[in-house]
């Protein structure tokens, strides 16, 4: 019984003395450190931007989450960026998951993460500023079948807050008998105006 009662000691006073470093410097998680968006980086992405040309319609959602416990490391916690999107071309609408996000009880289930912020210049920027913070995420298809990286950074586009989005690299998990997944987002550089 004493036994139980000291590892409850040891854990509870190792739950309040949780470290808080700032998201930045994050390079792995480390048991009771808290992993806190100190600069409020991803509060600048939260709202709803709107990429639309020709016959394409793209729509990402982003909403923050704050201490997401991190499973399989003990008292480890992270802020982080969720999102949905919405995809329309040539009158089809391929996905809408917008209403969607943040309803997800595992914020790594959505369609849009982002856990990682940085200081750029951000990759295939030419025109970011040294010392510009971005933040690097992975979209997915629903279900999964086939993801991608992004890097992002906030803009003002025309006079309007917006933000210049990369999306590249998909990395397709299929079946046997379709082995190359369509996405349902699109890939390449997209400026995206914030709508709300």
Do not use: W
């Amino acid at each position: 019984m004493k036994n139980i009662i000291l590892t409850l000691v040891i854990i509870s006073l190792s739950a309040l003395n949780a470290q808080t470093i700032n998201i930045k410097e994050k390079v792995k998680f480390i048991p009771g450190v808290y992993f806190k968006d100190t600069d409020q980086v991803f509060d600048q992405f939260t709202g709803t931007y709107r990429y639309q040309s020709g016959n394409q319609l793209f729509e990402i959602k982003f909403q923050k989450k704050v201490h997401v416990p991190i499973d399989g490391v003990l008292n480890c916690h992270i802020d982080m960026l969720v999102g949905g999107y919405k995809h329309v071309f040539d009158g089809l609408e391929l996905h809408n998951g917008l209403a969607q996000t943040g309803t997800f009880p595992d914020p790594y289930y959505e369609t849009i993460d982002s856990d990682i912020i940085k200081i750029g210049p951000a990759p295939g920027c030419n025109e970011c500023n040294v010392g510009e913070s971005f933040i690097i995420g992975i979209i997915t298809n629903p279900g999964g079948n086939a993801s991608s990286t992004f890097y992002a950074r906030k803009i003002i586009h025309n006079g309007l807050p917006a933000i210049s989005i990369l999306i590249h690299y998909s990395i397709g998990v299929a079946p046997e008998n379709n082995p190359t997944p369509t996405n349902l987002y699109p890939l390449g550089k997209f400026i995206m105006v914030k709508v709300d």
